[in-house]
Nanobody, 123 residues
Framework: QLHLVESGGGLVQAGGSLRLSCAVS????????MGWFRQAPGRVREFVAG????????YFADSVKGRFTISRDNAKNTGYLQMNSLKPEDTAVYYC????????????????WGQGTQVTVSS
């Protein structure tokens, strides 16, 4: 089984940037697709970004296209979500997940989840 731990969340002003990290242990990350999801109060958990096991395919929610970048460093067993041009609407708890990733946008495609990290974007 995988254990995933997010870090890098915090408070940032609108227009700023944050980089979230997802450290993986238990298994090598290379065998898994990785996804990032977020959940704001009163809203369902939604897909943010995903990356294939090889890193050759990346996918983004329409709301973050052009602003967020997903990457992975399999040698370090770590995934990243670079978030630029942040908006107050991006405020949520962000979760990283590992799994088969098919369909990559679905939470059901992931078996392992981190504990979440809070991202708050002020106006």
């Amino acid at each position: 089984q995988l254990h995933l731990v997010e870090s890098g969340g915090g408070l940032v002003q609108a227009g700023g940037s944050l980089r979230l990290s997802c450290a993986v242990s238990g298994r090598t990350l290379s065998a898994y697709a990785m996804g990032w999801f977020r959940q704001a109060p009163g809203r369902v958990r939604e897909f943010v970004a995903g990356i294939s096991w090889s890193g050759g395919g990346t996918y983004f929610a329409d709301s973050v296209k052009g602003r967020f970048t997903i990457s992975r460093d399999n040698a370090k067993n770590t995934g990243y979500l670079q978030m630029n041009s942040l908006k107050p609407e991006d405020t949520a708890v962000y979760y990283c997940a590992g799994g088969r990733g098919t369909p990559i946008r679905s939470p059901t495609a992931y078996d392992y989840w981190g504990q979440g990290t809070q991202v708050t974007v002020s106006s």
